[in-house]
């Protein structure tokens, strides 16, 4: 039982970045999309 | 340094790697890269950027390379709540500030530094002591980020430290330099997903090469009772509650968080400080378990030095492939602040020192650009000089951090408060900053009556802490309970007790006092304030190019 919990306790911040670096890259995609259709920069 | 502990790159392989991580940084920027750049968009991209780009942007940003170091440290030091003394703070502090965020936003929705605010509030003295204490916050922060890049490159490869300071400098200055914050946030976002992708590959690599999570449970016998306990008063006496208080006044007190904050669109504040709260923590706790891992292990580090531990872990255990993202990573984290710092002064520079105090609130846009520009050279040149003689500045920023600290009160009473006074400001600011160096260096003996009181303004300290928190998210009758009994339980404990502890009884100090001042000073006065004119005189600087292309 320590072992698992030991393994998730390491393991869970890598699986939560994983995790935010898909919101944060899909959300980036509908930044673009939405500055194309307004015609506007990106940043 | 003993080199042979750790892998050593060939000049040619390490050069590559700057090459391609500089040469691609620079390569990006050039996508949107205008021949004459608008001075609103230099500073802040016209406060128009997404959610996707402010999230990546604020947390790369947040991450130094000395996060992953001082993780790992405080997990190798303090077992296995260290990781999260150090990550989970830093990360609830972005969080903190996003309700205050959008109260600066609703005042001013035009600025590009939160000195503008208080420019329109009070006027230049108190603005002044904003933008001074952020030049040399940033300086401070750009000496240790070329450090690091020093200290890297010199480790992993037989070049010289100075070699590695000068190339960071020049290759952060290169891509910046031309659009500003509009550069720092499109390389944030490719330099945090590289950092994310990293992270996320390094850090079961590390476990598994170690021998799995068996070996984790055979390394609990090596842990302390303290150390193998996850509420450790050490733990977070030490390291949580000190830290919890510094990362507060840098979220408040820091451009680089502050310009973010003017630059995203509105509506996408709240998810945009959320995201990054949860990134940030993510990718600073994961790093700090490689720490925890050393020291279940047994591992030493090498000469005592802890900045050690997380290139001898990944030298001993890696491959050289995972060595090379792991100086990657370093380097993305350590460009993404050097760059925002370099924009946080260009902005401060520009806006604060030439836009409001020299020109009046008329600028020439054109000479505010040049103005913004040598700014970052000059703030380059001095990074770089500043690391390459391995000057020893970090004192400076003790003050730097009891300024802050100093400062959060007064700021966020001043957006809140309209009887808040230019005097009332300054004079806590400062009341502040001498009551913090009384506590910090022992200027008076810490005993009897004088640590007594002491300890109860060091209560009233965290009871601002915590009701500014409670005020934030739940209003102001919320917040007020929150502080008062907060206040009351703290001076019960603390007393007789937290003068063992310097550095949180000074941090705390800074807050308590400045906060009594403030509201004494400003109940003296009877004038009242109107926010409306805040709005009125913080303007946009080049209105004559509009953002959108045709």
């Known amino acids: 039982m320590q072992t698992f919990i030991l393994a998730l306790y390491v393991l869970i911040w890598p699986l939560i970045s994983l995790a935010v670096l898909g919101v944060i890259g899909l959300a980036t995609l509908n930044d673009i999309r939405a500055a194309r259709r307004d015609k506007r920069e990106l940043v | 340094m003993n080199n042979e502990n750790f892998y050593q790159f060939s000049t040619l392989t390490v050069l590559a790697l700057l090459v391609f991580f500089y040469g691609g940084t620079y390569l990006l920027t050039l996508l949107i890269k205008e021949k004459k750049e608008n001075t609103d968009a230099f500073m802040v991209s016209n406060h128009q950027i997404g959610f996707g780009l402010g999230a990546a942007s604020m947390t790369a940003t947040w991450i130094w390379a000395a996060s992953f170091y001082a993780a790992a440290t405080s997990g190798y030091t303090y077992g296995i709540s260290g990781p999260l003394h150090y990550g989970l703070w830093g990360a609830l502090m972005i969080l903190f500030i996003y309700p205050f965020g959008r109260r600066f936003r609703e005042l001013a929705p ?49 070049l010289s430290f100075q070699a590695g300071v000068v190339i960071a ?16 946030v499109l390389t944030d976002f490719a330099q945090l997903m590289a950092m994310m992708a990293i992270a996320i590959l390094i850090i079961p690599a590390v476990m598994f090469a170690l021998g799995g999570p068996a070996t ?50 509105e509506d996408h504040i709240k998810p945009t400080f959320i995201t990054a709260t949860i990134g940030y923590g993510a990718i600073v706790i994961g790093l700090g378990m490689i720490g925890l891992m050393a020291l279940m292990t047994g591992m030493e580090p090498i000469n005592g030095d802890m900045n050690n531990l997380i290139p001898q872990m990944v030298s001993m255990y890696l491959s050289p492939v995972f060595i090379g993202l792991f100086f990657i990573l370093v380097i993305g984290s350590l460009s993404s602040t050097a760059d925002s710092d370099l924009s946080a002064m260009s902005a401060i520079v520009m806006a604060d020192v030439y836009g409001k105090n020299i020109a009046k609130n008329k600028p020439d846009p054109t000479k505010m650009l040049f103005i913004g520009r040598l700014t970052m050279i000059v703030a380059t040149l001095i990074g770089v000089i500043l690391a390459s003689f391995s000057m020893d500045i970090l004192i400076m920023l003790v003050f730097v951090g009891a300024l802050w600290g100093a400062i959060v009160f007064p700021v966020i009473a ?85 003068r063992d502890y310097t550095v949180l009884l000074a941090s705390l100090m800074a ?23 805040i709005d009125q005189d913080v303007i946009n600087y080049d209105p004559v190019k509009p953002a959108t292309q045709v």
Request: charged letters at 5%; a neutral charge; glycine letters at 10%.
């Open chain 2, 511 to 533: 807050y308590g006092v400045s906060t009594i001042v403030c509201i004494g000073v400003s109940l003296m006065s009877s004038s009242k304030f109107d926010f409306a004119q």
């Open chain 2, 110 to 158: 035009n600025a590009h530094t939160l000195g503008e605010l208080i420019h329109a509030r009070h006027g230049a003295s108190s603005q002044l002591i904003l933008a001074s204490s952020n030049i040399l916050g940033s300086i401070i922060s750009l000496m240790v980020n070329f450090t690091a890049s020093g200290a890297l490159v010199s480790v992993l490869s037989p």
């Open chain 2, 216 to 265: 984790l449970s055979d390394g609990m016998s090596l842990l302390t009772p303290e150390q193998a306990n996850l509420f450790s008063m050490d733990a977070i006496l030490n390291q949580g509650a000190p830290f919890f208080v510094a990362v507060l006044a840098y979220a408040i007190g820091n451009q680089t968080i502050s310009q973010r904050l003017f630059a995203v669109r």
């Open chain 2, 414 to 498: 001043s957006c809140f408060w309209n009887r808040v006074t230019n005097t009332a400001f300054t004079s806590a600011v400062l009341a502040g900053l001498v009551m913090f160096c009384i506590a910090r260096f022992e200027l008076v003996p810490m005993a009897g009556l004088m640590a007594g009181l002491f300890e109860l303004l060091a209560s009233v300290g965290g009871g601002v802490v915590l009701g500014l928190m409670a005020f934030g998210f739940c209003g102001r009758r919320v917040g007020l309970i929150v502080g008062a009994l907060s206040a009351l339980v703290l001076a019960y404990f603390c007393v007789g007790f937290l």
């Open chain 2, 169 to 184: 400098g020049v290759g952060v200055l290169s891509y910046t330099l031309w659009s500003g914050f509009r550069a720092s």
